[in-house]
């Protein structure tokens, strides 16, 4: 792995100055969340979210543990803090994360975000609606494209 060919889901360690308010700071290890096409590409820019030791329990960190991502301490991903960043600022390689630990920061991120569509789209919980109910829905939501009366009320949408 070198420094021109990032990948969707590395940790790499990145040097995050300057900064400025409460951004991380420094050197530290950064999960990369942009696709591999774009890594490549002629921005020269990655999309990345620093990670940090320090557990503060906020609801959008999720939790690498060592060995996961070549990391030696549990970690936590601060999915409130995406940022993109010049490939230039990649130091060092360090390893991957799990489809499952992309998963969840896929979810904190469109969570953290109010990407509601991002939520459902990546969630790995099946959805609360019954199939019956589902297709009452998608039959409701055609009716109304269609100019055609609402089957319960009889009335003509819009």
């Known amino acids: 792995m070198s420094a021109s060919r990032p990948e969707h889901g590395d940790v790499w360690d990145l040097n995050f100055n300057p900064t400025q308010g409460r951004e991380q700071v420094g050197h530290r290890p950064a999960l990369l969340v942009s696709v591999s096409n774009f890594n490549q590409g002629p921005a020269e820019l990655v999309v990345a979210i620093p990670l940090t030791r320090s557990e503060r329990k906020v609801r959008w960190h999720v939790a690498v543990k060592p060995p996961e991502g070549g990391l030696s301490e549990t970690s936590y991903i601060k999915c409130e803090d995406v940022r993109s960043l010049s490939k230039g600022r990649l130091t060092r390689y360090r390893g991957r994360v799990s489809a499952k630990t992309m998963g969840e ?9 109010g990407c509601k569509r991002a939520q459902s789209r990546f969630s790995f919980t099946p959805t609360t609606h019954s199939p019956a109910r589902r297709y ?6 055609r009716s109304k494209i269609r100019g055609q009366a609402d089957h319960r009320s009889g009335r003509w949408s819009n």
Do not use: F
């Open 105 to 113: 920061a896929r979810i904190a991120c469109a969570s953290c975000s």
């Open 136 to 141: 009452r829905l998608r039959c409701r939501a």
